[in-house]
């Protein structure tokens, strides 16, 4: 895992090494059976003793611990670390190619469901991956075919119920003219490919919206990108960001990144935290978004700063008297607040919501309750009615703030 940060950081003398220690600590551990180097960063094992067929999950196991024991590499300690799958001959399956291909299959999935550990081939677990390459293929088409569009919902003041911001969510028209939200597509962004294609044509799409907000003196303050794992990794996000923008003249003030708390600490990534500061030293602002729902903890804030916390849908669900949820909400406002770190809450529907929120301190949300994701035009209708128009020394002092950030 994670041999290409290793090369990028160390150099390819170390990566090679550790290639070379693993190996021989892999030909160690399965021994007599054979290993073989099958890819850059992939090694294959054929198991053919009794012992080790009777148990294949121990054998796993045992190739994993043989790892995890730090390695010296061109005078640097690396830790390795390795993801397996694997998949054995049955009755009705006895040919070669399809049992290799089935261990591919099983690899995938272990890689996408957590590194770092086993897993064995299922039949569903080849229908699921299956379904994701479909899933690619319909957003490859969509793509070519100029049927990605972006749906702006809006993000409000909940005591005035202006519209300070708009978050960006990308909808893909199928063929029949149905238009589906990402969660159908959602797992196409595992393609590093499709989800940069994805990035690019969100950001013109978001340029274009926002300079005719702009030409047309319509209150605008900023717009929420998503960013997916791909787009940090590329280490070309602000370029392309700078790129696409200044194509339409739209200064970056305008422009909230936001990071899924799967993406900011995913697999502990120390790229996408390198990347999350270097851009927020360009001047940029962060929002770290369904904050709650996965691996972040408050404490990382520490090393990751971030500029706005979008609490999720699921505590704001729950919000009621005596309710867990009101009592962490409730702190999580106290700590941002703090920390001068904005707070906005995701999924309001209901008044009562609204209300407990804005008696809480929040100053900010985001749900039905204002409005659902909307098409260009009825956004720009929205924004028109209900868009917060900052007086000049606010605007000022704006322009002023994200020019000094980005000196």
Not at 307 to 327: C, E, H, N, T, Y
Request: net charge negative.
């Amino acid at each position: 895992d994670n041999l290409k940060t290793i090369n990028d950081t160390f150099g390819h003398a170390t990566g090679d090494a550790l290639l070379q220690t693993i190996a021989s600590r892999v030909s160690a551990s399965v021994a007599p059976d054979r290993v073989f180097r099958v890819g850059g960063d992939e090694f294959a094992v054929i198991l053919q003793g009794a012992e080790a067929l009777a148990d294949i999950e121990r054998v796993a196991e045992n190739i994993l611990g043989t790892l995890r024991v730090p390695a010296e590499c061109s005078g640097h300690m690396i830790m390795p670390r390795a993801t397996i799958g694997g998949a054995v001959l049955s009755s009705e399956d006895r040919h070669a190619a399809n049992v290799y291909a089935h261990a591919d299959f099983a690899l995938y999935h272990a890689k996408e469901t957590g590194r770092g550990g086993f897993v064995l081939y299922s039949r569903g677990i080849g229908s699921a991956i299956e379904t994701r390459i479909e899933v690619i293929r319909d957003v490859d088409a969509a793509l070519r075919e100029g049927r990605i569009h972006a749906f702006y919902q809006p993000i409000v003041r909940l005591d005035t119920r202006e519209i300070v911001g708009l978050e960006a969510l990308c909808r893909l028209r199928k063929p029949s003219g149905e238009i589906v939200s990402a969660a159908a597509f959602h797992e196409a962004t595992s393609d590093v490919g499709v989800a940069s294609q994805l990035t690019e044509r969100m950001m013109a799409i978001i340029a274009a919206d926002a300079r005719s907000w702009l030409e047309q003196g319509i209150p605008l303050q900023h717009v929420g990108i998503n960013i997916a794992s791909a787009d940090f990794h590329s280490g070309t996000l602000y370029a392309r960001l700078k790129a696409a923008f200044g194509r339409e003249n739209v200064p970056l003030r305008h422009i909230i990144l936001e990071v899924t708390e799967s993406v900011y600490l995913g697999q502990r990534d120390p790229v996408v935290a390198r990347e999350i500061k270097a851009l927020r030293g360009h001047g940029l602002r962060v929002a770290l978004d369904d904050f709650g729902t996965g691996f972040a903890s408050l404490t990382h804030l520490l090393t990751v700063p971030v500029d706005i916390i979008k609490i999720d849908k699921a505590f704001v669900d729950r919000l009621a008297q005596g309710d867990p949820s009101l009592a962490i909400v409730e702190g999580l406002v106290d700590i941002a607040r703090k920390l001068d770190i904005k707070i906005i809450a995701e999924g309001i529907e209901s008044e009562a919501q609204a209300n407990l929120l804005t008696d809480m301190g929040c100053k900010l949300g985001q749900g039905y309750l204002f409005s659902r994701a909307v098409p260009h035009q009825i956004a720009t209708g929205l924004l028109t009615r209900f868009g917060q128009r900052l007086d000049q020394e606010a605007a000022r002092l704006l322009v002023s703030s994200t020019a000094s950030q980005q000196r």
